[in-house]
C-alpha cells in the first residue's frame, strides 16, 4: 500500500468516526429548546407547575395565541344578554347584534376555545400527575389528591360557565397531547355534565386543603375547600336541587364562623371597594383569578379607555343604584362612583388605570348567603331569606330607596328582591344573565316574564316584539355553537334555535 | 490509465429509457382546483337539494328568471320549498306549476325577491329596508308556536332555515308562499267588519277615492303609499258615537264634509299619513305629519306600547291612546292600517308662553347628585363621539372642548335654577369646538312667537346666529345675532338709569330685557331677587330678542346656534333659557330667580 492510500484510508476512517457520533444528535428528534411530557411528570414540583398554569389559563392566553382572555368571554357571556351594561358607540357589530338579540352562529363572541384550552390543561394533570408517583417517593397520596381536586375544580368551573351558556356541550375529560387524541366529540345533555360536575366536586371537597399555610393571596387565588362547596352550592342551585344547596351554603357558613378573619364579610365602610377589588384578597374573597400582582386584566379596553365597546346601562339609576334624594350623601357603598360613574356611565368596576391588575372575582363568601338565600325563598322558609338579605343589606349600607318588603310567604316576591341585590353586589362581574335565567327557569319557566321584562326594556323599540317572541322560545337563551367548530366537528348537534 | 468513457450503444437505450420513465411519471394530471370558490348561487343551492326545492327551480325556469339568479348580484330570496309550493297550487287549484300563467309565476317570484342582501340582522318589528321587486313592502317579525319560536314574513309564512348564504346573496327558507296584497286601502277597510262607521265618514268625505288609488297609478310620489291609524266601531261607541249619522252630528261643523274646512274632512284627513308607516317606524319617530294641513300626530313608546298624543303640554300631562298592536300592520297594496283603541283627533290648542329652561332634561335631571345643585359641578354632555341628552345635537360631538351643564355657585353672574349650558364655540371648522349646536324645544303650538335668548354675558363669548328647524321645509331664520359679549347696556340703558321706572321699557325697545328678578323685586312667596337692580352686577344676565318664529305645526322643533362671529374663547359660551312668548303676550315677565321662584309682574 502506498503512503498516500493509507492516509486516505486513515483519514477515512477518522470521517466514518466523526459521523458514526455526531449522527446521535442528528438522530435524537426531542425539541432542544423545551420539555417534552416524557421528560416532564418526574416530581411533585412538576404537578405544581402544571397546576399553576391551569390558573394562569384563565388570566390571559398561552403565548402565540390570539384570542380574547378568558375573563373577557366570562364578563361578555354574563353581562351583554342582560340589562346591566349597554354598548358604547364604538361596540362591535357581533356586540350590537347580541344586545339587539339577532344572534347566529357566525357571532365570534360564541367561540368557546379559550374555556376548553384551560380544560385541556386541567385533563392533562388529571391524566398525567398519577404517573409521578412511580418516579417520586416524596410525592404522597394526599399531596396528589389535593392536586387532583384542584384541576377537578377548575375544570368543573369551566364546564359550569358552558352549559350555562351553551347547555349542551362536548364533555372532554381526557387530554389532548397528540394527534390520535383528536377526536370528533359529540355534544352532552347538559344534564349529563351537571351531574359529572356533581360527583367530580364530591371527590375535590375530599382532597383540596382547607388552607394552603401560606399567603392569603394564595388561599384566594388557588381552590380550597370553601371555593368547591361554594361551587357546588352554585351547581345545585342550577339543578333546582335546594337541600343540597343549602347543605353545601351551611358548610361555608359554619367554617366563616370559625374563621371570620380568613371569610367573612367587610362591612361598614365605603372603603369596600378598595379592599375587595383594587387591594385584592380581601376576606370576604372565596375564589379569584389572581391578576395582581402584573397580569393585565384586559378590562381598560373594554370598559374604560375611550375606544370603550360597554358602559353601564343608562337605566342603573332608575332601577339598581337608586339615589337618596333627601340626602345624597346617603349611598350604597356599591353603586354610584363605585361599580360605575353615573355622569360619564362609565364601569369602573376593574379599576380606571391601564394596565389594570384587579382580580376576576369568581365567588364571594356575599355569594354563598345570597344563594342560600334564595334556595331557601323557594324552599318556602321566606322569612329565614328576609333576615339573611336583611343582614347583608345593613352591611352594605343598601339604602332605602332600593328596600323592598315582599310578604314572607310570596316566593316570586322574595326571589325578585334576591334577584335585585344580586344585581347591587355582582354588578358587572359577570353573573347577570345567569341569575336572571336561573330564576327564570326554575320550575320549568315558571318565571319567563322576567326575561320578556328584561329584554323588552333592553332591545330598541323597533325589535322590541320581534326579540320577545324569540325570548319565548327557551332554547334562545342559550348561545349557538360557533359555526367554525360546527364546520370542524360534524358531530356536534347544533341549538335547535340557531338551526 | 486514463480513460473516456464512452456509451456503447444498448446503454444509450437504457439512458433514453430511465429518461423516458421521468417524463411520463411528470405527465401525470394532477388535480388542481380552478375556481376560486366552490359556493353556489341561488339557482345552484335550489339544484342541490332537489327533495326541498324542485318546484321552486321549476318556477324560476319557467318564469325565466333562473338566468339572473344565477349569475353574479345581491338578492335575498325567500324560497318556499316544496311542500308551500304544493300547498299553494292547491290554493290555485292547479294540479304542476306548469299550469300556473308564466305572468302569475314572475309576480311570484318578484314578490319573494329583494334586490339587496339583509340578512336576518336587518329584520325589525316592521318592514324589511328594501321593497321586493313587486313593489309591496314584506314586514317581518317572530312568533312562538309550542316553544319554539321563528321569524315570521308578511304574517304569513315561518321561516324554517334563515340566512343561507349562497354566492349571489342570501335565502330565507320559508314554509309557505307569500301573497301579495291585492286590496287597496279603502277596500280593506271596506271589507272589515270592524271599521263600518269609518268606512262611511272616508267615503263621505271623498277620501275613499284617494284611498282607493293602486301605488302603482299614483300621480303624486309621496302619496304612493299611505297609513291609516283608525278607529274601530267598537273604539267610537266608547267615545259615544255609535254610527255615522252621530259622527257627523258631533263634528260636521258645515253641511258638506268634502269641504276641506269641515271638521269631519280635518278629522278624517287627521288619520292618514303619507308613507308605508309600520309599527316599527312609528315607535322611531315622535311625530307623524297627517294629511291634515299643519296637523301631527305625535308619538311615544312606553313599554310596550305606542302611545298617539300623549303629550306633556304646558305643564299638563294629556293622556294618550294606544294602538292596538293584534290589529296593525295590516299590510294593503298601497300602504298600510293601524288600530287605535280610542278616539283621537286633532286638538284644539291656544297659544302659550314657554319659558324654556333649556338644560330641563331628562338625561340631566337623572344626574341626582349634580341637577340643579349649586354646587359648582359640571356634567360633560358628550361622550364616545355622541350626544348625552337626545334633544341636544353638536356639529361635533367628538369635540375635545366638550359641551357642558354647570351647576354653578357663582354670585357675580346668577341664572335661573343656578344651571346654565356652557359651550365652547368657533365659525370655522375647527377639530376642538363646535361650529353649530342645536336643541329641541318643548312642545310650540302654531303660531308666532317672539324669540328671547337668555344669557350669561361674557367678554369672550362669541356672536350666534339662531335658525328654526335647519335643513327641513320649516327653516327660518332669526334676524337678530346673539351677541354673548352684550351687557345689558348695549340696549342703550346704563346702570345710572336702570333703576327708573322706563328703565324696563326703554330696554325693551331696543330688543333687550331683564330675565333675572333683581333685589328690588318681591315675590308673592316674599322670596327677594338675585342680581343688583343697578351698580356692578346688574347688566350680565340679559335676554335678547332674536326676532319672530312663526311655528307652524304643533310640535317640538330644533333651534340651532350657530357661531358666525366673536371671539372663541372655551367654555366662554353660557345660554340659560330660551323664552316663546306669542305677540300679543307680556314680554318682561314674569322674571327668574337662581332658585325656582318665580316673580310675576308686580300689581301697581
Given amino acids: ?499 | 490509465m486514463k480513460k473516456i468513457y464512452r456509451f456503447k450503444p444498448n446503454q444509450g437505450w437504457i439512458f433514453m429509457l430511465i429518461l423516458l420513465l421521468f417524463i411520463t411519471n411528470s405527465c401525470k394530471k394532477e388535480l388542481y382546483t380552478q375556481s376560486t370558490t366552490d359556493d353556489v348561487n341561488i339557482v345552484g343551492y335550489l339544484e342541490l337539494y332537489p327533495d326541498q326545492f324542485s318546484l321552486m327551480t321549476e318556477i324560476l325556469e319557467r318564469s325565466g328568471t333562473s338566468g339572473y339568479l344565477g349569475a353574479y348580484g345581491t338578492y335575498t330570496l325567500f324560497t318556499p320549498d316544496n311542500t308551500a309550493i304544493k300547498a299553494w297550487l292547491v290554493k290555485l287549484n292547479k294540479a304542476s306549476v306548469a299550469d300556473v300563467p308564466v305572468e302569475d309565476l314572475k309576480n311570484m317570484v318578484k314578490f319573494h325577491l329583494l334586490a339587496d342582501t339583509i340578512g336576518t340582522e336587518a329584520f325589525t318589528d316592521g318592514k324589511l329596508p328594501e321593497l321586493t321587486l313587486y313593489g309591496q313592502y314584506l314586514v317581518t317579525g317572530a312568533t312562538n308556536q309550542n316553544g319554539s319560536s321563528s321569524y315570521l314574513v308578511n304574517k304569513q309564512a315561518k321561516i324554517t332555515k334563515p340566512n343561507v348564504r349562497v354566492g349571489n346573496g342570501v335565502m330565507h327558507i320559508i314554509d309557505e308562499v307569500l301573497l301579495p296584497s291585492t286590496k287597496t286601502l279603502a277596500k280593506m277597510i271596506e271589507e272589515s267588519s270592524r271599521y263600518t262607521i269609518f268606512t262611511q265618514a272616508l267615503k263621505e268625505t271623498g277620501f275613499y277615492d284617494s284611498l282607493n288609488v293602486e301605488q302603482s297609478e299614483a300621480t303624486d310620489t309621496l302619496k304612493r303609499f299611505q297609513t291609516a291609524i283608525i278607529e274601530s266601531d267598537s273604539a267610537l261607541n266608547v267615545a259615544g258615537i255609535s254610527s255615522y249619522a252621530q259622527l257627523k252630528a258631533k263634528l260636521s261643523k258645515t253641511s258638506s264634509p268634502k269641504n276641506h274646512t269641515d271638521s269631519l274632512w280635518l278629522y278624517v284627513a287627521y288619520h292618514i299619513i303619507p308613507g308605508a308607516n309600520y309599527m316599527a317606524d312609528i315607535t322611531e319617530t315622535s311625530a307623524l305629519y297627517t294629511l291634515a294641513p299643519r296637523e301631527i300626530i305625535t308619538s311615544k313608546f312606553v313599554g310596550q306600547m305606542i302611545l298617539l298624543n300623549d303629550d306633556d303640554f304646558n305643564g299638563v300631562h294629556e293622556q294618550g291612546v294606544a294602538i292596538n298592536r293584534s290589529f296593525s300592520d295590516l299590510t294593503t297594496s298601497n300602504g298600510v292600517i293601524h288600530d287605535s283603541k280610542n278616539l283621537f283627533k286633532i286638538k284644539v290648542r291656544f297659544q302659550v308662553p314657554l319659558f324654556w329652561e333649556i338644560t330641563d332634561q331628562p338625561e340631566i335631571s337623572s344626574q341626582g347628585s349634580i341637577w340643579r345643585k349649586p354646587t359648582g359641578s359640571t356634567y360633560v354632555l358628550t361622550a364616545n363621539g355622541a350626544s348625552l341628552v337626545a334633544a341636544y345635537q353638536f356639529e361635533r360631538p367628538s369635540a375635545g372642548q366638550t359641551p357642558k351643564y354647570v351647576s354653578t355657585t357663582a354670585t357675580n353672574r346668577y341664572f335661573s335654577n343656578s344651571d346654565y349650558l356652557s359651550m365652547s364655540m368657533i365659525a370655522a371648522t375647527n377639530t376642538a369646538r363646535n361650529v353649530w349646536f342645536e336643541m329641541k324645544t318643548p312642545m310650540l303650538v302654531k303660531g308666532k312667537y317672539k324669540v328671547w335668548a337668555c344669557y350669561g354675558q361674557n367678554s369672550n363669548g362669541p356672536i350666534l346666529q339662531a335658525v328654526f328647524d335647519k335643513g327641513t321645509s320649516m327653516e327660518q331664520t332669526m334676524p337678530t345675532l346673539l351677541d354673548c359679549r352684550q351687557t345689558l347696556d348695549a340696549s342703550g340703558v346704563v346702570s345710572a338709569g336702570a333703576a327708573l321706572a322706563d328703565a324696563d321699557n326703554n330696554m325693551l325697545s331696543q330688543g333687550f330685557k331683564r330675565y333675572m328678578a333683581h333685589a328690588n323685586e318681591t315675590n308673592v312667596d316674599g322670596i327677594k331677587g338675585s342680581i343688583p337692580q343697578t351698580g356692578t352686577g346688574w347688566n350680565v344676565n340679559p335676554s335678547r330678542l332674536l326676532g319672530t318664529v312663526e311655528i307652524l305645526t304643533t310640535d317640538r322643533h330644533w333651534i340651532r346656534f350657530t357661531h358666525v362671529g366673536g371671539n372663541t374663547g372655551q367654555d366662554y359660551t353660557w345660554i340659560d333659557m330660551i323664552h316663546f312668548i306669542p305677540l300679543d303676550k307680556d314680554q318682561n315677565y314674569p322674571r327668574f330667580h337662581k332658585t325656582a321662584a318665580i316673580f310675576q309682574r308686580p300689581n301697581l
Fill in chain 1, 1 to 499: 500500500m502506498s503512503k498516500m492510500k493509507k492516509f486516505i484510508y486513515g483519514a477515512g476512517i477518522i470521517f466514518l468516526m466523526l459521523l458514526d457520533t455526531s449522527c446521535n444528535k442528528w438522530l435524537d428528534l426531542s425539541p432542544q429548546d423545551g420539555i417534552t411530557r416524557q421528560e416532564y411528570w418526574k416530581t411533585k414540583e412538576d404537578i405544581k407547575s402544571a397546576i399553576i398554569g391551569c390558573y394562569s389559563s384563565l388570566i390571559a392566553s398561552p403565548v402565540g395565541v390570539t384570542d380574547r382572555k378568558v375573563t373577557e368571554y366570562l364578563f361578555t357571556w354574563g353581562e351583554i344578554r342582560a340589562d346591566m351594561i349597554s354598548a358604547s358607540p364604538l361596540a362591535t357589530i357581533d356586540d350590537k347584534n347580541i344586545m339587539e338579540v339577532n344572534i347566529v352562529a357566525s357571532n365570534g363572541l360564541t367561540k368557546w376555545a379559550a374555556l376548553y384550552r384551560t380544560i385541556n390543561y386541567c385533563n392533562t394533570v388529571l391524566e398525567y400527575a398519577p404517573e409521578v408517583k412511580n418516579y417520586d417517593p416524596t410525592l404522597t397520596d394526599e399531596q396528589l389528591n389535593a392536586y387532583m381536586g384542584e384541576a377537578l375544580t377548575l375544570r368543573s368551573l369551566m364546564y359550569f360557565y358552558l352549559v350555562r351558556t351553551f347547555r349542551d356541550v362536548p364533555f372532554k375529560t381526557t387530554s389532548t397531547s397528540k394527534d390520535t387524541d383528536l377526536q370528533e366529540l359529540g355534544t352532552t345533555s347538559a344534564s349529563v355534565i351537571l351531574d359529572q360536575l356533581v360527583a367530580d366536586l364530591k371527590t375535590a371537597d375530599l382532597a383540596v386543603p382547607v388552607t394552603y399555610n401560606s399567603t392569603i393571596a394564595t388561599d384566594k387565588g388557588r381552590i380550597t375547600k370553601v371555593a368547591v362547596e361554594t361551587l357546588l352550592a352554585d351547581v345545585y342551585l342550577w339543578m333546582e336541587q335546594y337541600d343540597n344547596c343549602i347543605a353545601e351554603c351551611n358548610k361555608v357558613i359554619a367554617y366563616s364562623i370559625a374563621n371570620p378573619l380568613k371569610l367573612s364579610l367587610i362591612g361598614g365602610s365605603n372603603a369596600w371597594w378598595t379592599l375587595v377589588y383594587y387591594n385584592g384578597s380581601s376576606r370576604e374573597t372565596i375564589f379569584e383569578f389572581a391578576n395582581m400582582p402584573s397580569t393585565d386584566n384586559g378590562f381598560n379596553a373594554i370598559l374604560v379607555n375611550s375606544a370603550k365597546r360597554f358602559i353601564a346601562s343608562p337605566s342603573l339609576v332608575e332601577s339598581v343604584f337608586i339615589p337618596d334624594d333627601m340626602d345624597l350623601s346617603n349611598r350604597d357603598y356599591r353603586g354610584d362612583d363605585v361599580s360605575f360613574s353615573s355622569t360619564s356611565s362609565t364601569i369602573t368596576k376593574f379599576g380606571v388605570e391601564n394596565p389594570s391588575y384587579v382580580n376576576w372575582q369568581a365567588y364571594r363568601y356575599s355569594d354563598v348567603l345570597l344563594l342560600k338565600a334564595e334556595a331557601l325563598a323557594v324552599k318556602d322558609q321566606g322569612a329565614e331569606a328576609l333576615a339573611i338579605l336583611s343582614s347583608f343589606r345593613t352591611t352594605r349600607h343598601a339604602i332605602s330607596s332600593t328596600a323592598q318588603s315582599p310578604d314572607p310567604t310570596d316566593v316570586a316576591g322574595i326571589c325578585d328582591y334576591i334577584l335585585a341585590e344580586r344585581s347591587r353586589e355582582f354588578a358587572f362581574e359577570g353573573k347577570r344573565w345567569y341569575d336572571l335565567l336561573r330564576n327564570a327557569k326554575r320550575n320549568n319557566y315558571e318565571r319567563l316574564d322576567i326575561l320578556l321584562n328584561m329584554v323588552s326594556g333592553t332591545v330598541p323599540s323597533t325589535m322590541q316584539q320581534t326579540a320577545m317572541n324569540k325570548f319565548k322560545d327557551v332554547n334562545s337563551h342559550y348561545l349557538p355553537i360557533n359555526e367554525a367548530d360546527i364546520f370542524a366537528d360534524t358531530k356536534l348537534i347544533q341549538n335547535p334555535f340557531y338551526k
